[in-house]
């Protein structure tokens, strides 16, 4: 393909040096998420986006590899070509979206709760640490345990402990048939409802409300779908491709705001959340979005009360915690870990955490 | 000293040092290694495990944790200078939400208990691993245990919400949670599969899933063991994720036949196991599709289960092959290394030429649609050298499935077993990245230590005896049992 190229060497050389002069660095995709968790501080910037290509996708083995730097839209349509996804649905948000970017900031799109989060499906990733070390962990098959778990560990980490050189996930055929449905329903009905669904074999892929309609994809075979859906009724949502497109990208009119955008997450069956402002309620429940001028301390507490977590996802103060803030004990771990990959903490510092 | 300390923590009969009623916790299920531990405790509260881990913490014990002991790498092997943290009194489960389709359970439930306990509600727990009538949960998830339906529903690390676990230092600290993911690193993921080296695990909260509406298991037998393995991947390219893919050499077809009677037929050289779940109509059609692509690609017989019985029947066959093929040899030694799909054949053919090589018998019975292979090699341990020989072979076959692009182990664990091949699948760098892991978490390593993680030194001597001197099983470093 074109522009394939393989970095590894001269990015190893710029984090060995800059972990000898201790000098932090700016890990840059495709820029695409670079409104996403803290902002980076001062640092060199570390460019990753010529470090691309499809190093081997073998349509049997449901395996895809490829270098960080490779463009999620590139990547997708080698294997659409194939008749395969990826079945997390990583959002783009701009183009240009890399697929380092997508495993470093862990986001994953309405399938979610059915299919897996992106970290569901790395099975093996190399990287640079801290110290300038070119390492490999996990692989290429769907089963491996030997040694810890580093490959799901850097998923969502943010760069904070290694550069993401190059990643191997397990890939889905595309289903057969892919239809939406919707429903009038308020939020506590829709709640309800698609938590009784998930507990039914029923092919759903993707459920949301958007405060007033409730909306259900289906997908499978032909026969699965049509037969769902003449058990769920409702009207069938023409589009509705662009639809999941929407609430994936936050193109959706819902997202068009510039007051700041948190990110909910907590238990699905969590009735309604009473809280100011506006709200969209996607992964069938476990995940809302809300948009709210409220105070960070104020929200949070709520969440701690439902047993989940608030995020800063756009926009709002950002030079505070933008993610939610760990108990002292998991605040330890996490600096031991910052220390075990990154020992003089030159990997996006402070992007995650202030202080790691 | 310690063993007096521990008698405050716990009642009398929960500490156990007298070495008739510690025999039975000198081995897991890879009885080839042995030892005696120190001490054994049987906490029945997390208040307990905390104050059992600040007291070895102060001391500088080292502390084994242990479930059901069905593991087979010598994962929970004990240490003569250790604690062996027995978890099998937290059997019980906490609480079912049917809507929120989780379970939190303490780490002593047995696998198969989730599922029975809410088989009324239409759900179930996915991971099945072979031993999941005895193996519990907190095992599971110190080896991210599969089974065989994990092709389409994934391994412990994707059926787990939250984990809450003892540190070394005797601290509670929550991983994960009832939401679908938690702040900060994925903490979770590492924790799972980490064979009891970064904490101890004290309850755990599962993901149930719906049940399928219908399941239905095909046998399709093969004269060629290469026309089986490249099925395999054909079904998976054709866009079905069978529930599971599973395939039997010929002679351990004959074992489970003679044992079980499943109906298996004998002359095969290979046989396929695929089961295909979903909705009623979903099940239709795959049935069909996958049938007739078995027959195009080979097959010379396939079946399709007639009724519930008949599936249970082929699915027995399976099950008990171990037992089957125990019944026929002495003993035996079941490997566990993973390759990829398209390398299957190779590395099946790679296996019979080592097996005619060491004069051991080899039986595959496997996940092939993971590629996660189970040779079991036969031998008999009164036979002078033999047990060498089998081991020898065992790590010859893991080395294998590294060559093709596999992993030395794909659910058993590292544990005590495959600490040679660890210095074969991993670079220095990495072995010390996994180290400073461990310390991130257990910076005195007191957790299971000398398990997985082989010392510098270990693999600098394993890797000097060169490709040609270690397959001289005389010529073999290690420490044994």
């Given amino acids: 393909m074109s522009g394939a190229a393989d970095q590894t060497g001269p990015l190893q050389q710029q984090v060995a040096e800059a972990c000898g002069s201790g000098t932090p660095l700016q890990i840059q995709g495709g820029g695409s998420k670079a409104f996403y968790g803290r902002p980076a501080g001062a640092g060199k910037p570390l460019v990753v986006t010529g470090h691309r290509g499809i190093v081997c996708h073998e349509p049997k083995e449901l395996v895809v590899t490829a270098r960080a730097g490779t463009s999620l839209e590139e990547l997708e349509a080698t294997l659409a070509a194939e008749g395969q996804m990826l079945p997390f649905e990583p959002p783009c948000f701009a183009p240009g979206a890399t697929l380092g970017g997508a495993v470093a900031c862990g986001l994953s799109g309405p399938a979610r709760p059915y299919r897996g989060a992106v970290r569901d499906f790395v099975l093996g990733l190399r990287l640079i640490n801290g110290r300038g070390e070119v390492l490999r962990f996990g692989g290429e098959v769907m089963k491996n345990v030997a040694g810890y778990d580093v490959s799901r560990l850097m998923t969502g980490a943010l760069g904070t402990l290694g550069l993401i050189l190059e990643v191997s996930l397990k890939v889905l055929p595309r289903p057969e048939q892919e239809l939406t449905l919707v429903q009038e329903r308020s939020e506590a009905e829709a709640i309800e409802q698609m938590n009784r669904l998930a507990g039914q074999p029923l092919p759903l892929s993707a459920a949301c409300h958007d405060g007033l309609n409730l909306y259900l994809r289906l997908s499978g075979t032909d026969s699965a779908v049509q037969a769902a859906r003449g058990l769920l009724g409702g009207e069938m949502l023409e589009k509705g491709r662009d639809y999941w497109r929407g609430v994936r990208e936050q193109t959706h009119g819902f997202f068009c705001d510039d007051a700041p955008l948190w990110r909910l997450s907590l238990p699905s069956a969590h009735p309604p959340l009473d809280m100011p402002g506006r709200q969209f309620v996607d992964w069938g429940g476990a995940q809302r979005w809300l948009i709210s001028d409220q105070p960070a301390a104020t929200l949070r507490r709520t969440l701690e009360r439902a047993a989940g977590h608030a995020t800063l996802f756009r926009g709002g103060d950002r030079t505070g915690e933008v993610f939610h803030p760990l108990s002292p004990a998991l605040q330890r771990i996490h600096r031991q870990m910052k220390r075990a990959f990154d020992p003089l903490g030159i990997l996006n510092p402070g992007r995650l955490y202030r202080d790691i | ?481």
């Avoid at chain 2, 991983?175 to 599969?193: S, T, V």
């Avoid at chain 2, 018998?361 to 649609?369: E, L, S, T």
């Avoid at chain 2, 993971?370 to 047990?387: K, T």
Wanted: with cysteine.
């Fill in chain 2, 1 to 481: 000293m310690l063993v007096r300390e521990l008698r405050r923590i716990l009642p009398a009969a929960s500490v156990i040092d007298d070495a008739e009623s510690l025999r039975p916790y000198e081995c897991d299920g890879l009885p080839a290694y042995r030892q005696m531990p120190l001490v054994v405790v049987l906490p029945e509260t997390v208040e307990q495990v905390q104050q059992i881990m600040r007291l070895c913490h102060e001391q500088r014990v080292p502390v084994v944790a242990r479930g059901a002991a069905t593991g087979l790498s010598g994962g929970a092997l004990p240490l003569a200078d250790g604690v062996l943290l027995s978890l099998a009194r937290f059997n019980r489960i906490l609480a079912i939400d049917p809507l929120q389709r989780s379970a939190r359970v303490q780490p002593g439930v047995r696998n198969l208990a989730i599922s029975e306990a809410v088989a009324h509600l239409g759900l179930f727990y996915a991971p099945d691993p072979s031993s999941q009538i005895a193996c519990t949960i907190g095992g599971n998830v110190a080896e991210n245990a599969g089974g065989v339906h994990c092709l389409k529903y994934g391994l412990t690390v994707h059926n787990v919400l939250e984990l809450k676990l003892v540190t070394a230092d005797g601290e509670l600290v929550t991983l994960g949670g009832p939401a679908l993911d938690a702040p900060g690193y994925d903490l979770l993921a590492l924790m799972i599969g980490s064979e009891g080296m970064l904490g101890i695990v004290v309850e755990v909260l599962v993901k149930l899933l719906p049940m399928p509406a219908r399941a239905q298991v095909m046998l399709a037998a093969f004269d060629d063991l290469e026309k089986a393995a490249n099925a395999v991947g054909e079904i998976i390219a054709a866009g079905v994720i069978p529930a599971g893919l599973e395939m039997m050499d010929g002679f351990a077809i004959r074992a489970a036949e003679a044992f079980v009677h499943a109906g298996y037929p004998v002359d095969a050289t290979a046989i396929l196991l695929c089961e295909v779940d979903g909705s009623n109509e979903e099940v239709s059609d795959h049935v069909a599709l996958v049938r007739n692509l078995l027959l195009r690609l080979g097959a010379t017989e396939v079946r399709t289960a007639r009724d519930e019985a008949e599936r249970v029947s082929f699915w027995k066959g399976r099950k008990s092959a171990f037992p089957a093929v125990g019944r026929i040899s002495p003993d035996y030694y079941c490997m566990d290394g993973t390759v990829p799909r398209r390398n299957l054949a190779r590395a099946l053919t790679g296996i019979s030429e080592l097996a005619e090589r060491y004069q051991l018998p080899v039986a595959n019975v496997f996940h092939a649609g993971d590629g996660n292979l189970h040779p079991l090699i036969l031998f008999d341990a009164n036979q002078p050298g033999e047990l060498q020989r089998a081991e020898d072979l065992g790590g010859e076959i893991l080395e294998l499935c590294v060559q093709v692009g596999g992993t030395i182990t794909g659910e058993h664990g590292v544990g005590h077993e495959k600490l040679h091949q660890m210095c074969v699948q991993f670079t220095p760098a990495e072995l010390n990245q996994f180290r400073a892991v461990k310390a991130a978490f257990d910076p005195e390593g007191l957790l299971n230590p000398g398990k997985v993680i082989p010392q510098p030194r270990h693999c600098s001597e394993y890797r000097a005896l060169g490709p040609e001197a270690r397959m001289a099983p005389s010529q073999r470093g290690g420490e044994g049992a």
